[in-house]
């Protein structure tokens, strides 16, 4: 039953990730890595902004640009962050135009700021030209944005994701959460002892 | 009467730790380490040191309250343990940190429920050396 259950979450994580054809950048790595990385983040919770900075952006490229773990981004925008959920909008349609690492960089980099002024939009601005600023805007409205997002948060849900930031580290079939702010060198030696040489 | 009690305690406290130890020593070191990373108390040698030993720690003081041996002693090692897990878990949890309990595994977030129970086996832990002192201070003996 709980094989079945995990099954079922697992054929969920595939669909849902950003497939390869759209360029996205919210997934790294191979499909058929061996470890799978799934993250849940908000761009407004603090200890997102220090996984990212400290952990994530290293992961990347250490282990995920170099085919050895796949790292796939999920929004998880909590409840009580009044911006959260309109930042991973623009950061779901700057992946459209193949800005997302730009665009989540900066979102976590100014945090602070726009979360006190709720000017998100600027800090965005502020790493696109001006004709990719206006695409923004009209992908920002597609639906498919906001239904993506949504079926982020349920998966989290399923996948028993209670707050931000949650790691899912699935390696031989197995799914291990790691919750909160871990450091780049105790994960990466972790991470080494799953994937082997 | 005291003597129940303190049989009961050592039995219960003892069987916590060797459940703590057998459910860190079933998985990979890392992924303990991991959660003792994630309170963000300690550098990273250290949180490789307290992952390697402490399950170990966990095993043996557990294993020595169910035989029942040296208990006072052993009593005020697990209630100075248990004392230090609760600060830390007071601290980071006050501090806002969702993060993992670490306490029997990966998977059981820190929360309310987490300190409750850790307070009580804190509890425990000092009636069991109050009780070991005044046994032995009435020159009752402990029970075997």
């Known amino acids: 039953m709980q094989l079945f259950a995990f099954a079922l ?19 790294t790595g191979p499909v058929t890595a061996a470890v799978r990385i799934d993250v849940f983040s908000d761009f407004q919770c603090p200890a997102c902004k220090s996984l990212h900075e400290q952990t994530i ?6 282990f995920a640009m170099k085919g050895k773990v796949r790292l796939v981004h999920h929004d998880f925008p909590l409840p009580q962050h009044k911006h959260a959920r309109h930042a991973a909008i623009l950061a779901a349609a700057a ?18 700021s726009w979360i006190q002024s709720g000017n ?37 849900q399923r996948m028993k994701v209670s707050q931000t930031p949650t790691m899912i580290v ?8 790691v919750v909160g702010v871990v450091g780049y060198g105790v994960f990466s030696k972790y991470l080494n002892s799953i994937v082997g040489p | 009467m005291s003597r129940r009690i303190t049989l009961a305690l050592r039995l219960l406290l003892g069987a916590v730790f060797v459940y703590a130890a057998y459910t860190k020593l079933r998985q990979s070191w890392l992924l303990f380490a991991l959660s003792i990373d994630s309170y963000q108390l300690l550098p990273e040698w250290a949180v490789f040191a307290v992952a390697r030993t402490l399950p170990a720690l966990e095993l043996a003081l557990g294993v020595l309250l169910v035989a029942g041996v040296w208990l006072r002693h052993l009593a005020i090692l697990a209630a100075a ?18 993060i993992d309990c670490g306490c029997f595994g990966v998977g059981e977030p820190l929360s309310a429920k987490t300190l409750a129970r850790d307070g009580a086996l804190l509890m ?8 070991t002192k005044r046994l032995r201070a009435s020159g009752l003996g402990l029970p075997a």
Not at chain 2, 88 to 97: L, P, Q
């Open chain 2, 81 to 98: 343990i248990l004392a230090l897990f609760f600060s830390v878990m007071i601290v980071s949890y006050f501090r806002g940190a969702g």
């Open chain 1, 9 to 27: 979450v697992l054929a969920a994580l595939i669909v849902s990730a950003p497939s390869a054809q759209t360029k996205s950048t919210r997934a």
């Open chain 1, 120 to 156: 998100v939009d600027a800090v965005v601005d502020s790493v696109l030209t001006p004709e990719e600023r206006k695409k923004l805007r009209e992908i920002a409205k597609d639906p498919a944005i906001v239904a993506g997002i949504e079926r982020d948060v349920q998966l989290g």
């Open chain 1, 95 to 112: 992946d459209r135009l193949g800005k997302y690492d730009e665009v989540a960089d900066a979102l976590f980099r100014q945090q602070e």
């Open chain 1, 57 to 62: 952006k290293r992961v990347k490229e250490e």
């Open chain 2, 124 to 131: 425990a832990a000092l009636a069991l050396v109050a009780l």
């Open chain 1, 170 to 177: 699935t390696h031989d079939g197995k799914p291990n959460p």
